[in-house]
């Protein structure tokens, strides 16, 4: 299968790193005109410089914005008022106990995680019902479905794209714009390898070790029992930003490693 996506115009939240900079790289790869975003300039500009590396007539511009603030939104949509492809990958994570997430920590993850697609999609969405072609994804995880008693805050905000990609899929029925939810699970990430990291020191043994120990003891139920990769991910979302996938929408594409144990 050859996907082309020459002349598309891709946006792609929290695309740094991890699993955001790897689905830009592989709409990049494309032929998408792709736009990279993160908070901090230095970092949006790394990323540009890592993915025209990979591919040196790569289309990619950048936006540095916090996307957690309406006022971050809107600094993204003034420089980039359309899109046709947009990725609402940007999150953040962390486990911590139930007891101890307080309402500001509850409010920044809903903030992040759930306005920023909201927001995005709200404004992107009208110019692609307009032009009657557009791709909306939301990255959302398995831990949407199966809620980690070590991360429920995070959990709920995963739930919550569940319910937003599918409603909004129903929003644009009739159209040729596909609106899907993406459910990665644990993934070699940045974040993850970090947190992953410090566990391993905590406990004195190696990365690698780690990783085993955490897929057995967090997610037994992986049938790939290992972490995916973030090109993994990237590949079904590449695959849904493109024009094979016109009949898919209002799915929940799951990239988890059979972590969560029902038939559909």
């Given at each position: 299968m050859q996907i082309d996506l020459n002349g598309k115009h891709a946006i792609i939240t929290g695309s740094t790193a991890g699993i955001g900079f790897a689905i830009a790289q592989g709409l990049a790869n494309a032929g998408a005109n792709v736009v990279v975003t993160g908070r901090s300039q230095s970092r949006v500009d790394d990323a540009i410089e890592a993915i025209k590396k990979e591919s040196p007539n790569a289309k990619v511009e950048g936006v540095a914005a916090d996307?957690?603030?309406?006022?971050?939104?809107?600094?993204?949509?003034?420089?980039?008022?359309?899109?046709?492809?947009?990725?609402?990958?940007?999150?953040?994570?962390?486990?911590?106990?139930?007891?101890?997430?307080?309402?500001?920590?509850?409010?920044?993850?809903?903030?992040?995680?759930?306005?920023?697609?909201?927001?995005?999609?709200?404004?992107?969405?009208?110019?692609?019902?307009?032009?009657?072609?557009?791709?909306?994804?939301?990255?959302?995880?398995?831990?949407?479905?199966?809620?980690?008693?070590?991360?429920?805050?995070?959990?709920?905000?995963?739930?919550?794209?569940?319910?937003?990609?599918?409603?909004?899929?129903?929003?644009?029925?009739?159209?040729?714009?596909?609106?899907?939810?993406?459910?990665?699970?644990?993934?070699?990430?940045?974040?993850?390898?970090?947190?992953?990291?410090?566990?391993?020191?905590?406990?004195?043994?190696?990365?690698?070790e780690m990783e085993e120990r955490f897929v057995k003891e967090n997610r037994p139920s992986s049938i790939i029992q290992r972490l995916a990769t973030p090109e993994e991910v990237a590949s079904m979302s590449v695959y849904a930003a493109s024009p094979q996938a016109s009949a898919t929408t209002g799915a929940a594409l799951r990239v988890e490693g059979g972590i969560v144990d029902t038939l559909t």
């Open positions: 996307l957690g603030t309406a006022e971050g939104c809107q600094t993204l949509i003034k420089q980039q008022p359309s899109a046709d492809i947009l990725i609402n990958n940007v999150g953040i994570f962390g486990p911590q106990d139930f007891f101890d997430v307080d309402d500001d920590t509850w409010q920044q993850f809903f903030d992040i995680n759930i306005m920023s697609a909201v927001r995005l999609s709200r404004h992107y969405a009208k110019g692609m019902r307009e032009r009657d072609w557009g791709r909306i994804q939301f990255i959302s995880s398995e831990s949407g479905i199966n809620i980690p008693s070590e991360m429920v805050h995070y959990g709920v905000t995963k739930s919550a794209l569940l319910s937003v990609s599918r409603g909004l899929a129903k929003v644009l029925s009739g159209t040729q714009v596909t609106v899907n939810a993406i459910l990665p699970g644990p993934t070699r990430s940045e974040g993850v390898l970090k947190m992953i990291g410090e566990m391993a020191e905590k406990e004195g043994i190696s990365q690698q």
